[in-house]
Antibody, heavy 118, light 113 residues
């Protein structure tokens, strides 16, 4: 059974940093392209970015709103995906979902809430 | 960036009736080389993550009831829910994966009339 479990969310002040993790199991993580999608309270889905598999170069792509502030990485040995978020803004407040993300996303985690507030 | 415009924003349908959701793209999401449409549909219920329903515009994900169907090509796509059931109450999103940044439509809320 495929499982994606996010952790690391919480309350952070504007300008602060937070690192989210996504523990994956039930599939060959090292072959998977992975991504993050967020959803602000009461709003729609917003793609954050993705990282390709190591065999595809492990390159990353980001949404313009987060590029330069957020970094996606992966540890295939621990089957874990990361999202390092720096210079956080109030508008980054959202539930952050980890998902398989080569193209469409067939598996999603339950999400972790990030609240940016003073 | 590719903009996906969904309509309507919300709709109320009687149980057993048909619901139709439109998703229009600001540019084609089809590659002529493989004649594939890089568009997916998701269902999201309150407090839950999105669930993949349809990919390649018309391929139903395993386990998705056959009352859900996707159609369209190029820039115009439709999600149809035949014989709406109570458990279909949700917000539905289209997504293009033709190019980065991947983008989602604004969502359509489906309710029971």
């Amino acid at each position: 059974e495929v499982q994606l479990v996010e952790s690391g969310g919480g309350l952070v002040q504007p300008g602060g940093s937070l690192r989210l993790s996504c523990a994956a199991s039930g599939f060959t993580f090292s072959d998977a392209w992975m991504g993050w999608v967020r959803q602000a309270p009461g709003k729609g889905l917003e793609w954050v970015g993705r990282i390709k598999s190591k065999s595809a170069g492990a390159t990353t792509d980001y949404a313009a709103l987060v590029k330069g502030r957020f970094t996606i990485s992966r540890d295939d040995s621990k089957t874990t995906l990361f999202l390092q978020m720096n210079s956080l803004k109030i508008e980054d407040t959202a539930v952050y979902y980890c998902a398989t993300s080569g193209s469409y996303s067939d598996y999603w985690g339950q999400g972790t809430l990030v609240t940016v507030s003073s | 960036d590719i903009v996906l415009t969904q309509s309507p924003d919300s709709l109320a349908v009687s149980l057993g009736e048909r619901a139709t959701i439109s998703c229009k793209s600001s540019q084609s999401v089809s590659y002529t080389s493989n004649i594939r449409n890089y568009l997916a549909w998701y269902q999201q219920k309150p407090g839950q993550p999105p669930k993949l329903l349809i990919y390649w515009a018309s391929t139903r994900e395993s386990g998705v009831p056959d009352r859900f169907s996707g159609s369209g090509s190029g820039t115009d796509f439709t999600l149809t829910i035949n014989s709406l059931q109570a458990e279909d109450v949700a917000v539905y999103y289209c997504q293009q994966y033709y190019t980065t940044p991947l983008t989602f439509g604004g969502g359509t809320k489906v309710e029971i009339k």
